[in-house]
């Protein structure tokens, strides 16, 4: 079958736009007509070569659409159910069976590899050359995928595409951070370090869960803005105002639970610095070499606290996302407030727009 992808033919260079061969569902795969799919930062640091994974190979890994075909030993989906693809694992690890797949041991063949673990390509050029697949098992840049059954969700016919492919891994990541790991609750207090897409979307969970304090800090007003119109009480601009002593203040003497999405070791510390006796801290961000060492030891053990570093909300992507689906019907959880939709042709306009924060959320349209 003849399909258009967006295609990484070159590291850094901007995907192109190429007709690709789609080969036949195998066993344990379903066939998806994408009809939007997100762009999330780790198909840009893929892209730009910072993972081994090498072109030529369609990204995209939030995608959402209808199952048209589906393949051997796939007894529960149909064509015609609407899903959406979230990340791969192998579900035969320890992880795997202990309902935590995002920490799966085996998830760089199941999601950064490129192909299927046989090592066959769903792509292929007219000329028949393999392009790589199966990036978080689905590679959603394209008009149809083979999705690995793992990596498909379910959701309700009357969700709007448009808008779910996000919760396969961006909002899942913030949201998961706070309902499945940190879990503050009612009344409780919650910063979150980084106003991004994952920042707002863990902001969105800490709301939803009806937690009393809640602080967004950022170094971007607009995005404080817009924290402050989600459900933020409080906000901080980090470059105008020491971030620790106003969470300290805001809080009366330390937050119960905080979370960095940055990656950036200063606010890392900063993170670590604003805790509570017994806090418990989460970590997301990818951190640069070199930020080893910025944990003050000794306070760390004086006042008991906990960090966990968290991989897609440490979510069953199967549980999570439905729940997520009842919670934004429910106006509890309007993530659609971070999503901005572009044509699929103009894909690498809303790689830009995500890395220069012109959009939260970028969503294209196939
Ligand atoms: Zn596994
Ligand atoms: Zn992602």
């Known amino acids: 079958m003849n399909v258009k992808a967006a295609v990484v033919e070159e590291l850094g260079k901007p995907l192109e736009i190429r007709q690709l061969q789609l080969d036949e569902p195998q066993a344990n795969e379903v066939q998806v007509r994408i009809v939007a799919t997100g762009v999330c930062h780790t198909d840009a640091v893929v892209r730009d070569g910072w993972m081994p994974t090498r072109p030529p190979i369609v990204l995209g890994h939030e995608g959402a659409g209808v199952v048209e075909k589906v393949g051997a030993g796939v007894d529960h989906l149909r064509p015609g159910d609407h899903v959406v693809l979230s990340v791969n694992s192998c579900g035969t690890c320890r992880s795997c069976l202990s309902g935590h797949p995002a ?119 607009d995005r404080l803005a817009l924290a402050t119109e989600l459900g933020a ?79 897609e909300g440490d979510a069953v992507p199967q549980l999570f996302i439905p729940e997520l689906i009842a919670l934004h019907r429910a106006g509890d959880f309007p993530f659609d407030r971070l999503i901005k939709t572009y044509a699929f042709d103009d894909i690498n306009t809303a790689f830009a727009d995500s890395e220069s924060g012109e959009a939260l959320k970028p969503v294209v349209l196939l």
């Open 103 to 221: 920490a799966c041991v085996n998830i760089f063949a199941h999601n950064f590899a490129g192909s299927r673990i046989d090592g066959t390509t769903a792509y292929s050029y007219a000329d028949g050359t393999p392009v790589k697949s199966h990036f978080f098992g689905q590679s959603s840049f394209s008009e149809r995928v083979n999705a690995s059954v793992r990596s498909v969700v379910k959701i309700p016919e009357d969700f709007p595409l448009e808008l779910a492919g996000p919760l396969g891994c961006g909002i899942q990541t913030g949201a998961g951070a706070v309902l499945n790991v940190l879990r503050p609750g009612p009344g409780g207090t919650f910063v979150v370090f980084g106003a991004g897409a994952v920042g707002l979307s863990a902001l969105l969970g800490a709301v939803a869960s009806r937690v009393g304090t809640i602080i967004a800090v950022d170094v971007n007003d």
């Open 233 to 311: 009480t409080h906000v901080i601009n980090g470059m105008n105002e020491d971030a620790v002593a106003r969470v300290l203040d805001l809080t009366g003497g330390g937050v119960q639970t905080a979370l960095d999405t940055t990656g950036n070791a200063r606010v890392f510390r900063q993170m670590i610095d604003s805790l509570a006796m017994s806090g418990h801290a989460g970590a997301l961000g990818a951190a640069a070499a070199g930020s080893e060492g910025v944990i003050d030891l000794p306070g760390a053990l004086a006042r008991g606290i906990r960090i966990t570093w968290i991989v």
